[in-house]
């Protein structure tokens, strides 16, 4: 079964409030628009991500340092990868393995993991879990993927220089070096001239590809390889949703379809929160990736100090957090839309035993299994919105698998590119941080901040009558 968006729930009349025909029609011929805008930015090379699925040279040459790193190791020696990064340089390859690797992958043992390393991803600068996770590393079992797009982010390269520092005490320079790969653009940035210098492995993250749609570049696919995901796979699939998303109807294009039902929820009928809500614990890393494509890419003023556009989107996890955040979707402001993400075909289900006939809240679950009792509520869920009048939509997937998880990531890579073009905003630039990094360099000292000094100092300093 196709990937399939069951959007009925989002529609008057069955939703009092919801999308109406006039509506969908209108904004079909917007969509025609937004298509040919993407198209536009994709034929002035602009658009990278769009290419990654057929990049045949990228895919080889992550291939062979795999298979570099496997032979040099002998076989099985390599037990940790950690990746050093932080945003789209992190949470693709966290998505991926919750996703395509079996569950607890990091704490099973090498035999489970058929001699595969286990992947931690330092997405953060706190330092206990930094000190933690270096603490326990057998440093020459491990390798650091540092992956950074600018090649100077402030996090990723404090990680970096900390982790630098203790392999040349452990090991010796040469083989410090050796424990290392960078991920970063062809040309720019820091880690590549390090690189360049020392003769430092490095893999490409090409220059029109930005950190949030770099998934299927070296960003997901090197961690994934050396997880032993079938990358190729992942590829297909995302190859096989960009072709069914070629056309601008929006009947067909899926894509499209997830974006301007968004859109319209939030600029036409005030849901502004757009909840995405996996019923797979597979999948709930997907929807923390989902979270920064669609937040960095959509929030943004359209015009320099106009009051800015962009929904909120919200990961939530079912059924854990019907016991936590449902309440607010079903009673709360009325402004929000949910989608649903459903998967036909769970592996491993349970059956539940039939123990206790007599016990009425029991009896009624023995002889079901796990994994339709999780479906029966998402759709319970679902209808249960619906019947307040809470517009929701679900995306049916047929099993979690590599060529599946592909289609996934490039539909909401593209939805967010033409949601882009239906806000008017630029989806791949993200000037809104600029300002925080300036005065942390500011404060740290760095040599070119000096005019962001100048703009902290002129801050006003805290008030101690409003400090309790
Ligand atoms: O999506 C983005 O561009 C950002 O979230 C980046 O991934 C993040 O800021 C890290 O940047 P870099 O990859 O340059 O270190």
New binding site residues.
């Given amino acids: 079964m196709p990937l399939r968006l069951d959007y009925s729930n989002m529609m008057a009349p069955s939703i009092d409030g919801g999308i109406t025909d006039a509506e969908w029609r209108e904004i079909g011929t917007r969509f025609s628009a937004a298509h040919a805008g993407v198209m536009a930015l994709h034929a002035a090379g602009t658009l990278g991500f769009l290419d990654l699925p057929d990049d045949r040279v990228l895919h080889r040459t992550t291939e062979a340092y795999v298979a570099g790193v496997r032979a040099r190791s002998g076989g099985d020696a390599l037990t940790d990868v950690v990746v050093l990064?932080?945003?789209?340089?992190?949470l693709g390859p966290i998505a991926l393995r919750t996703a395509l690797r079996p569950p607890q992958w990091n704490l099973l043992d090498a035999e489970a993991r058929s001699g595969h390393p286990r992947l931690h991803v330092l997405d953060n600068v706190d330092p206990a879990n930094i000190s933690a996770l270096l603490a326990r590393l057998d440093l020459r079992g491990s390798l650091f993927v540092v992956?950074?797009?600018?090649?100077?982010?402030a996090?990723?390269m404090a990680q970096y220089l900390v982790v630098r520092a203790r392999l040349t005490a452990a090991l010796g320079e040469a083989a410090a070096r050796e424990r290392l790969v960078f991920v970063?653009d062809p040309e720019k940035?820091a880690l590549r001239a390090i690189a360049r210098a020392e003769g430092v492995a490095a893999l490409e993250?090409p220059a029109n590809v930005?950190?949030?749609?770099?998934v299927l570049s070296p960003?997901g696919v090197l961690p994934a390889a050396l997880m032993g995901i079938d990358t190729a796979q992942l590829l297909a699939g995302a190859a096989a949703m960009r072709t069914r998303c070629a056309s601008d109807d929006l009947t067909s294009n899926i894509a499209g379809a997830f974006a301007a039902l968004q859109h319209l929820a939030d600029t036409k009928h005030g849901r502004r929160i757009q909840v995405l809500m996996p019923y797979s614990d597979a999948l709930r890393d997907m929807a923390a990736w989902f979270v920064?494509?669609w937040a960095?890419?959509l929030g943004k003023h359209r015009i320099p100090g106009d009051a800015g556009v962009g929904p909120t989107p919200l990961a939530a996890l079912g059924a854990t957090d019907q016991h936590s955040q449902v309440q607010l979707f079903m009673e709360g402001p009325a402004d929000k839309s949910v989608t649903f993400l459903g998967v036909e075909q769970v592996s491993g289900d349970v059956e539940i035993p039939s123990l206790h006939p007599d016990i009425a809240e029991l009896a009624y679950l023995g002889g079901h299994r796990l994994g339709e009792l999780l479906d029966i509520e998402r759709r319970a869920t679902a209808g249960a919105l619906a019947r307040r009048g809470r517009p929701n939509m679900t995306l049916t997937m047929a099993a979690v698998d590599p060529f599946r998880v592909g289609q996934l990531l490039m539909l909401f890579e593209l939805a967010t590119a033409y949601a882009g073009q239906l806000y008017g905003v630029n989806a791949f630039d993200?000037p809104g941080?600029e300002l925080g990094k300036q005065f942390t360099y500011a404060m740290l000292g760095r040599a070119d901040a000096d005019e962001a000094r100048r703009e902290w100092n002129l801050l006003p300093t805290s008030d101690p009558s409003r400090v309790i």
């Fill in positions: 990064g932080i945003g789209g340089s992190a992956t950074s797009k600018s090649g100077g982010t996090e990723t970063t940035g993250i930005g950190g949030r749609f770099s960003v920064q494509l960095e890419s993200q941080v």
